[in-house]
């Protein structure tokens, strides 16, 4: 099938390796239900038994929890104390009664002196010199007054953000033309350049403004990361056979970071950011199977076909087809070259991508490193685990394909304190991620769980009948090849996670999953059913995702062994508790949990949603949670698929509450505040991205206009729509979350 006619209404994010069929509904049965119906069952036999009972262990009480204030909040402010917002489809960003909202900066928002305003019609250019599109994960930099870092400043900061994709519908990012730009072969070098620059990572200034956060479009600090700038390859696999190219015959550096979703800090003081769906920008020719067999490259098929890039698949932009330069040539990597190592092509490119990169944000002169040590896939998030003097640092990561995987890299350097405020934190992050383990995660059924170490020495990857793999380079590159190798277990969708503060217990959001089916229901992914959206599209699997959580045994970051259970099961809270197996109320319900960030001010758990099933009721949200821990909750035996699963303890109205919902078409991803808690920074991602790309001219016909329609930039109420970072502050002054 050709991914590039993306339907309206289909998550991109959505890939799945494995391109196997679902079981299909019955569609006549499937015509009949309206929405608001709901269906458990058992695909294949013809028995599908309608919700109604389910099978309790023991049903957690809802006695509320006290809110214990974190040490230095203040005593008169509550966590969660704020009115919960109801779900909407308005073209508006809904906050609480008593917070504010302002826009920071925007899509094609100008980053240099002298670069102009965004006109919005379609006409920018220099993209290279403004923010890119889709804003996505972002971490704040403290800086002081003098510019040097200051973690601990609440007043000015860089942040670093990625741009991770561009809202396009067949081949152009239509919002960027005029007329909505080439939706056939070739595409014109000019389009090209500007989709190459829009996506990558932005760093740039912000400073308060008489008490309020703007960015700074003239500081010496902002810089971007695009898809010509030059990236250096660091751990096992930098300087390998795998990863040599016509442009690095030494196969130690590639160009650009390409579909960051996620990121992460590290405890030096750097950026890391995950490159997650990049493998669908490459395309390679029919009969390059052939042609890699017969030069006895065929264990790269085997490889290509893992990530996602069977011959013959279209590549999603069309980048290769710009012109005869090499900036173009190298999204087309087929096989083409007369040399026995790659050094005259580009056979190896996509070797070169799929990693988590590092980015020193106050020093753009520092070429950004791709850590290889951490694997590649299709990486969200990098959260790490809470420091400890003389142990090993963790790094827990998620790879969002249906049926993929959780990892974990524990760094073989035990941390040393005095590295958080070193200088060359570039030269840290060497010693902390470039050599260590990789392990993955076997979730077992008793509530226990195993990391499993991904190693050339371990003989079920050494002898693998899937694979040859030659060293652990070879398994640093194809970790999804070694992590099937050793049996891990196949997950809804791993997208962020994030380290809870409080005790150091990882929260893994499962965004959904429509590959899932009864037979492959298991403890760690229990749910099967089915929702009707709208009025006749019927959505199978786990619909409505969940939030996984695991402790680590005796709490060590370097433990092989964990304990797990599902803190929350999104759903509709109409769905019925054989679906709704939180709980969730009218204010508390959410889909499809993506960003999952931790404030380390006040640790309330912000959940981010980015949806496909629960919008024909309401825009994408987040939602503000204060969790409990690992084991507090009860063993539940999940009706439709009669899988028994370990829940957190269900929420309270004191737990879990609606704080933001966006508005029509857009996500709500990345998250970050500034020290003080005070000022909370929040993506609003591809807005309006269901709009018809035959309806550019008419911008009546926008699925929103949001920025524009509140008086940001160009356009008014028929603006194109941006994706934006918004910044939230309490009217009193008080924290976010309180
Ligand atoms: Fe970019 Fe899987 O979200
Ligand atoms: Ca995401
Ligand atoms: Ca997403």
Known sequence: MNDRTKPTKIDPDDIGHNESANPSFDSILAARLSRRSFML????????????????????????????????????????????????????????????????CALGDPLRAGTGPYGNVGLDDDYENRFGDHHDGMEYFGLSAAGTPDPASSERALIGMNHEATTDEKLSSFFLFANGG??????????????????????????????????????????????????????????????????????????????????????????????????????????????????????????????????????????????????????????????????????????????????????KSQAARKRTALGRFAHEAAAFSIPVEGKPLAVYQGDDSRGEYVYKFVSAKAWVAGDASRADRLAVGNEYLDAGTLYVAKFNADGSGEWIELSIDNPAIKNYAGYPFADQADVCVNSRLAADAVGATKMDRPEWSAVNPANGEVYIALTNNSNRTVATADAANPRYYSDVYGTSTVKTGNVNGHIIRLREGAGEAASTS??????????????????????????????SPDGLVFTPSTGICWIQTDDGAYTDVTNCMMVAALPGQVGDGDTVTVSGTGVTTYRGKLPTADTLKRFLVGVPGCEITGLCESPDGRALFVNIQHPGEATAQADIADPTKYQSHWPGNIGYGAGGNLARPRSATIVITKNDGGRIGS
């Open 41 to 104: 069952g058992s695909v294949g036999t013809g028995a599908m038994a309608v919700f109604g009972g389910v099978s309790l262990a023991t049903l957690a009480g809802c006695d509320s929890d006290s809110n214990t204030p974190p040490a230095g909040l203040a005593s008169n402010e509550t966590l969660l104390g704020f009115t919960a917002v109801s779900k909407s489809l308005a073209d508006a960003v809904v906050i609480p009664d008593g917070y504010s909202y302002s826009v920071l």
């Open 182 to 363: 080439t939706s056939s072969l070739p595409r014109p070098a000019a389009e090209v350049d500007k989709e190459m620059a829009i996506h990558g990572i932005s760093v740039f200034e912000i400073k308060k403004n008489a008490g309020t956060f703007a960015y700074v479009q003239d500081s010496a600090f902002n810089f971007r990361i695009h898809q010509n700038t030059p990236v250096e390859i660091h751990g096992p696999a930098a300087g390998d056979d795998l990863m040599v190219t016509k442009y690095s015959n030494a196969g130690t550096m590639t160009r650009g970071t390409l579909n960051n979703c996620g990121t992460g800090k590290t405890p030096w003081g750097t950026l890391v950011s995950g490159e997650e769906n990049w493998a669908g920008y490459f395309t390679r020719q029919v009969g390059d199977d052939a042609a890699r067999t017969a030069a006895g490259y065929a264990k790269s098929v085997t490889s290509l076909n893992r990530y996602g890039r069977a011959e013959g698949k279209a590549s999603r932009h069309g980048w290769e087809t710009g012109g005869a330069e090499d900036k173009y040539r190298r999204w087309e990597i087929s096989l083409a070259g007369a040399s026995a190592d790659g050094s005259d092509d580009y056979r190896n490119e996509l070797n070169t991508f799929g990693y988590i990169v590092e980015i020193d944000p106050y020093d």
């Open 562 to 591: 964990f304990s797990w259970d599902v803190y929350l099961f999104g759903a509709e809270s109409g769905a019925g508790s054989a679906i709704n197996l939180s709980g969730l109320t009218t204010d508390q319900d959410f889909s």
